[in-house]
């Protein structure tokens, strides 16, 4: 089983940047293809970035690229989320998890961390 715990979230002002983290259990991390996700209240859940076991390939949404950035060590069980010209429209709950194929569906990951709150004030 994999057991992820994200941390790194946290209130900051628009134009700012947080990195968020998650560290997972498992001695088999870097078997797994590893997405960060996020929820805004009302709204469902939306995919943000994915990298595959290797690390050699990343994909993004339209919303964030130029801007965020997932990467990840598997000598350290750890996948990243660098947040960088933070906007309020990217307020929400942040998830990362880990699956075995498809990239940017929720039913393509099997395991899933409890979230980090990001919040952005104008």
């Known amino acids: 089983q994999v057991q992820l715990v994200e941390s790194g979230g946290g209130s900051v002002q628009a134009g700012g940047s947080l990195r968020l983290s998650c560290a997972a259990s498992t001695r088999t991390f870097s078997r797994y293809r590893m997405g960060w996700f996020r929820q805004a209240p009302g709204k469902e859940r939306e995919f943000i970035a994915t990298i595959r076991w290797s690390g050699g390939s990343t994909y993004y949404a339209d919303s964030v690229k130029g801007r965020f950035t997932i990467s990840r060590d598997n000598a350290k069980n750890t996948v990243y989320l660098q947040t960088n010209r933070l906007k309020p429209e990217d307020t929400a709950v942040y998830y990362c998890?880990?699956?075995?194929?498809?990239?940017?569906?929720?039913?393509?990951?099997?395991?899933w961390g409890q979230g980090t709150q990001v919040t952005v004030t104008s």
């Open positions: 998890a880990a699956g075995m194929g498809g990239l940017s569906l929720s039913e393509d990951y099997a395991y």
